[in-house]
């Protein structure tokens, strides 16, 4: 499918965007294995999550969806999943969250099961979860380190686990197996990434330590206690409103209800410190996660260098950041972010080349990239490559770009924000399917 889009002078309204993504997959996850009934509102309904709820089903579980956003998990238990069945493999779609999530609660059961995916996610690096899971005790082959997964489980120890890279997958899998495990099983992260799991495993009472990003997870002597919760709504998806309403010089724009997780919000930090008005109120708990309104006015932004902890706050945002430096006095740069090249698309390559295509001045580095700013746009025929992020941070270029915008493969949107255009329709944006 593609997209007609037409420049834009101003987006107003007030609005919300839909339930985390990342909270989405493990409420529904630590649900299964809880005993007894969460119910989980504001519930993400994208293919990525539908994909977990599949999985999910597969492995035995009950879940009825009174709502597209509502879930009614009915847990069994830590044990309480079954065998899949030999023949079949669960198919995890596009979804590297809900693969390597599951590869970790897998470890800790007692049968065997295979996690397969679409082309896409099949080039995805598996390794990375695959060798922690085989230190506590699994059995995981992969196929040449990438999908499929096959995992065997059982009898798992407790590690002292230092990750390479800071991934909070692959951090959320290690925990998620350590439940199953003898002895306590700890995790060194080399930045702060995504604590959705943390918290959730707290709140449903299990013990869990954190100090200068070690975690320290006890397995717990009792069962996880149900956890009913309503979803904040995903920060990363109101990256792209909130960026096009900064772009739009006319714009007037409150997001409600956004979550603000400090591990999430470095794209806050960064368009700020470029110099945007971004102003949060109304902060509250939702979830057990940090929320507020954002009021976000037109603003003068200027290029930074963004680098280190603050690029795995934002490891999502880049595409969009993409966009608003190209818009920016001056030179962004953009280091130690060699993992957007393991994304949904080679990030890097993606928005360097598709943007390129509008006019930007953007060069490609091995672990980030540079852009001169500002550079006035032009409306081209570009390319999804798969990336719902790409897909929608290109919309939000056509929005600012002179002429109109043509983003082919546009499908790729509803992995993570079925409603974006809808939503972009509604602030004013004149987008249409061709
Ligand atoms: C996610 C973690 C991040 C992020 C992804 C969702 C999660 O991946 O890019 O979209 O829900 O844990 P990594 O853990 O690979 O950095």
Known sequence: MNLRVQPCESLHGSVTTPGDKSISHRALLLGAIAEGVSVVRGWLPAADCQATLDA???????????????????????????????????????????????????????????????????????????????????????????????????????????????????????????????GETVVRQPGPTRDHTERMLKAQGVRLRERDNIITLTPPPQPLAPNSLTVPADFSSAAFPLVAALLAPDSDLTLEGIGINPTRTGLLDVLQRMGAQVALGNEREQGGEPVADLAIRPSQIHGIVVCGDTVVRMIDEFPILAVAASQAQGETIVRDASELRLKESDRIATIAAELRKMGADIEEQDDGFAIQGPVRLRGARVQCHGDHRLAMALVVAGLVADGETIVEGSQAIADSFPGFVNLMRGLGAAIDGT
């Not at 590297?96 to 295979?114: H, I, K, S, Y």
């Not at 996610?121 to 922690?132: D, F, G, I, Q």
């Not at 699994?138 to 009898?155: K, M, N, Q, R, Y």
């Open 56 to 182: 999910v089903r597969a492995l035995g579980m009950t879940i009825d969806q009174p709502l597209s956003t509502e879930l009614v998990i009915y847990g069994r238990g830590l044990y309480g999943l079954r065998s899949p069945g030999s023949d079949a493999a669960i198919d995890c779609q596009g979804s590297g969250t809900t693969m390597r999530l599951l590869a970790g609660v897998l470890a800790g059961q007692t049968f065997t099961a295979t996690l397969d995916g679409h082309a896409g996610l099949r080039h995805r690096p598996m390794e990375r979860v695959a060798s922690p899971l085989r230190q506590m005790g699994a059995t995981v082959e992969t196929h040449d380190g990438c999908p499929p997964l096959t995992i065997s489980g059982g009898d798992l120890q407790g590690i002292d686990y230092a990750m390479p890279v800071a991934s909070a997958q692959v951090k959320s899998a290690v925990l998620l197996a350590g439940l199953y495990a003898q």
